[in-house]
């Protein structure tokens, strides 16, 4: 499996891009959908020649920085998505400055509303302010999730970034921040996370950070089927024994106990 993250300026069709991507509905609330707003992190997956691939959609707007910032951080890879009829924005730069930041060197660029304008144009500016950065040299793609133009496209570069993926090592600690925390009746408490590496089975015994709390995992899905085993990189859920939902935050960190890094 690989994660891959969106990021963009709000109202650029990255929801829509993944929609059109996984015929999977990232927007979980209904507000999300009645306002078109990607408000929280959304979640969808497919498989890209052979290999399972999971988005994490995270919103454009401003006030909603730090949820980005929750999904974009421990994945491998992202599309940097533009709207060729709105350019490059202030969000679009924002995010830019986050991946950077946080290290992130491989991706696409995505165009997308190629039905409504030129792309080329916003491809240029694009690539004028990807300049210096670690996503500088990444393939550009314009799409219309609309018409479906160029997703046939975008999905055999998709197919070329996940084939040059670094693969996760199974022996690796585990790191799984946590991005979700709820209960479920009958279960008890349930995390979500990308595990960038190292692997996760019930059964196992973490340490929730910064807490210090030790935790047993009950057990373990990843794309919505239960799991005996998931190794990294992956999205995972993970009902825990030992912790509630409550005392489990956004940020939060999943590790192997007695290991320090």
Do not use: C, I
């Not at 709390?213 to 990189?233: A, M, Y």
């Amino acid at each position: 499996m690989q994660v891959l993250a969106t990021a963009g300026h709000v109202d650029h069709g990255k929801s829509t891009l993944v929609r059109a991507l996984t015929g999977m509905e990232p927007d979980r609330y209904a507000e999300e959908r009645r306002r078109g707003l990607t408000l929280d992190l959304g979640f969808a997956w497919t498989t890209v020649d052979g290999t399972e691939v999971a988005f994490v959609d995270v919103p454009g707007h401003e006030r909603f920085v730090p949820t980005m910032l929750a999904g974009v951080g421990p994945v491998p890879a992202v599309l940097l998505v533009v709207a060729a009829d709105g350019g490059w924005m202030p969000q679009s730069q924002e995010h830019l400055d986050a991946l950077d930041a946080l290290g992130v060197r491989q991706g696409l660029l995505v165009v997308t509303r190629a039905d409504l304008a030129d792309p080329a144009p916003a491809v240029r500016e694009a690539r004028e302010h990807l300049r210096g950065t670690g996503l500088e040299g990444v393939d550009d793609v314009a799409v219309s999730a609309r018409t479906g133009a160029g997703l046939d496209d975008l999905r055999a570069a998709l197919g070329r970034l996940v084939a040059r993926l670094p693969a996760g090592d199974p022996e690796a600690p585990v790191r799984l921040w946590v991005d979700r925390a709820f209960s479920v009746r009958g279960a008890g408490t349930v995390v979500t996370g990308t595990l960038p590496g190292g692997r996760v089975r019930p059964g196992d015994r973490l340490r929730l950070l910064p807490a210090g709390t030790d935790v047993v995992v009950r057990g373990v899905q990843s794309l919505g089927r239960e799991r005996d085993e998931v190794v990294g990189p992956a999205r995972l859920a993970l009902n825990l024994r030992g912790v509630a939902a409550d005392d489990v935050a956004r940020g939060d960190v999943l590790a192997t106990a007695g290991h320090h890094w």
